[in-house]
Every structure is written in structure tokens, then in C-alpha cells.
């Protein structure tokens, strides 16, 4: 039998992620953000490209972004109902990292593949700061698909996407626990 990090497995069974809305400062600072940064690099990447990049966000970044969503949502005619969530995902946080994807031209590693490599830093990154003892949530949403919001805002390359918004910070309540998937519905054994 393999030796078990039995801590680690725990972890990962019992992980949840914190609403964004609930997280506050303080925040991690460089040095610490740095070691949560060193573990989500350590990420599967076929072939070592590292198809992905960090944008670290906090300061005045965050409600110039928060006033680009209201901007960007008049300009492309947002539902008004979606605004303000997006808004708040800005100006409410306080450190906030930008996976992004970058694909880099390879004869021998697909795109998807390295988008699949930029997902899987998003997960390492929240896992690393639940592990740290931070709040994290990965978030999305309708900005993080315009390209005028990723372009203007974040200085994105046309090649360029945001795989997630990492918000880290301290958690102000625990969460509620939620249903999980059924293996039994989810799962499908092939033996021969």
C-alpha cells in the first residue's frame, strides 16, 4: 500500500469554497500570495508551456475594474439585474488573481488541452488558500468573457482569456455545507 497523506485527503473531501461575497481583509500579502502563487504553478501542464499567466488585483485596480463593468454593461446592453453582482465582485474585494489563459503555438500540445492546464491553476490556487487558512472563491461571469472588459481592464492579449477570478481573503462566516454529486449517477465502471 502507497503511505497516505491522510491530512491532505481530508483537505481535499472536506474543501469548500467561500462565497466571494463573504471575504474581507485582510488579505494575503505579497510573501504569502507568493506561496499560494508556487503551489497553483505546480499545476499538470503537458508538455511545460505554461499556457497560463497571473494578474494580481487589488488597490485602485479594483474599482476602476468594478467602473469598467458599469461601462462595459451600457455599451453591450446587460440585463440591468446582472449589473450589480458584477460590480460588486469588484468593488467589494480585496485581492483578487486573474488566471489567464494564455495558449502558447505548439505542434504537439492541443489548445484544449492547455486550457484544461489553465483550469487546473485555478483550482490549485483555490485549494492552496483554503489550505492557507484564506477564504477563496473562483469566480467567472459575463466580464470575464467581454473582450473589451479583458482588453481594457486587464491588458489581455487577443489570444488571450480569462480562465477565473480568484478572490482570496479572510472569511467573515462559515459556509453552508451543499449537496454533492452521487457517485452512483456520476460514475461509470469499465472492467473489460
Not at 6 to 35: G, N
Not at 141 to 154: I, K, N, P, Y
Request: net charge neutral.
Amino acid at each position: 500500500m502507497p503511505a497516505a497523506n491522510q491530512a491532505a485527503l481530508e483537505f481535499l473531501l472536506t474543501r469548500r469554497s467561500r462565497p466571494a461575497k463573504t471575504l474581507t481583509t485582510p488579505v494575503p500579502d505579497r510573501a504569502e500570495l507568493a506561496t499560494l502563487l508556487t503551489a497553483a504553478a505546480r499545476t499538470p501542464d503537458h508538455g511545460k508551456l505554461e499556457p497560463w499567466r497571473f494578474i494580481v488585483l487589488q488597490g485602485a485596480a479594483l474599482p476602476r475594474l468594478a467602473a469598467l463593468v458599469n461601462s462595459r454593461a451600457a455599451a453591450l446592453n446587460i440585463d440591468a439585474a446582472q449589473i450589480p453582482k458584477a460590480h460588486a465582485a469588484f468593488a467589494d474585494a480585496g485581492l483578487i488573481v486573474a488566471v489567464i489563459s494564455a495558449p502558447v503555438i505548439s505542434a504537439k500540445i492541443p489548445a484544449i488541452e492547455q486550457t484544461y492546464s489553465a483550469g487546473a491553476v485555478c483550482l490549485s490556487l483555490l485549494n492552496a488558500a483554503l489550505a492557507a487558512g484564506w477564504g477563496a472563491n473562483w469566480l467567472s461571469g459575463w466580464a470575464s468573457h467581454d473582450r473589451g472588459f479583458v482588453e481594457t481592464g486587464l491588458g489581455l492579449a487577443p489570444h488571450e482569456s480569462v480562465a477565473g477570478f480568484i478572490h482570496i481573503g479572510t472569511q467573515t462566516n462559515p459556509p453552508p455545507e451543499r449537496p454533492r454529486p452521487d457517485l452512483d449517477t456520476t460514475v461509470t465502471w469499465i472492467d473489460t
